[in-house]
């Protein structure tokens, strides 16, 4: 079974700073990586998806980030944040198999301060 | 042109009831998932189908009855509430057989008193 670790459960980040937020995951088998946005009272919108090709993934938002397969890592990344990117952002796991279930990680709450 | 809906967006609600949630994608997706997401945000898949058929059932207490009338609906029943059902229900879909992530709806909210 897969499993997703999101190594920190709040960041703190000034408006116009950078931000990493850092997944780590655990699979025997080779996966398709996600990261979502939830914004306050509202769905989980996808933010980026890396399935395979380039380990450097573009998404919306001014948002990237990193497939890096010997240290299971996919980290997602913004130069410069804005006070509308106060969110809650999670990383999601799925193996490429019939197994469909996305396995999530806990979240990381980002709160852009001015 | 809401893409995954769901209703009803909040449902507040007597332990021991019974209710349901609604979800409805205009994707053309044929598989559909529901998802509980807790007090601490942590979300887990409880149901999956494809096609209407029952093809994902995570741990879930017999209480919760899903049911897909097409590809396009899947309602989650939940009979005998309990305060633990307390959490933010998600509908999900995506296109089987393709690396399309799943799209998600904007949750409901069920709150047991």
């Known amino acids: 079974a897969q499993s997703v670790t999101q190594l920190d459960s709040q960041v703190p980040v000034f408006e116009e700073a950078p931000v990493e937020l850092r997944c780590n995951y655990s699979?025997?088998?080779?996966?398709?990586l996600f990261w979502y946005v939830q914004y306050p009272n509202q769905g989980l919108q996808l933010l980026l998806k890396?399935?395979?090709?380039?380990?450097l993934v573009k998404g919306i938002n001014g948002f990237e980030a990193e497939f890096n397969k010997s240290q299971t890592s996919f980290h997602l990344r913004k130069p410069s944040v804005h006070i509308s990117d106060t969110a809650e952002y999670f990383c999601a796991v799925r193996t490429l198999s019939n197994d469909y279930k996305l396995s999530f990680g806990a979240g990381t709450t980002v709160t852009v301060r001015a | 042109d809401t893409a995954v809906s769901q209703t009803p967006k909040y449902l507040v609600t007597q332990m021991g009831n019974d209710k349901s949630i609604k979800c409805e994608q205009n994707?053309?997706?044929?598989?559909m998932y529901w998802y509980k997401q807790d007090s601490k945000k942590f979300l887990k898949i409880m149901f999956s189908y494809n096609n209407k058929e029952l093809i994902i059932n995570e741990t879930v207490p017999n209480r919760f009855s899903p049911k897909s009338p097409d590809k396009a609906h899947l309602n989650l029943h939940i009979n005998s509430l309990e305060l633990g059902d307390s959490a933010v229900y998600f509908c999900?879909?995506?296109?089987?057989?393709?690396?399309?992530?799943?799209?998600f709806g904007d949750g409901t909210r069920l709150s047991i008193l």
């Open positions: 994707l053309g997706h044929d598989t």
């Open positions: 890396y399935l395979s090709g380039s380990t």
């Open positions: 699979s025997s088998v080779s996966v398709y």
């Open positions: 999900a879909s995506s296109q089987w057989g393709e690396q399309e992530p799943q799209h």
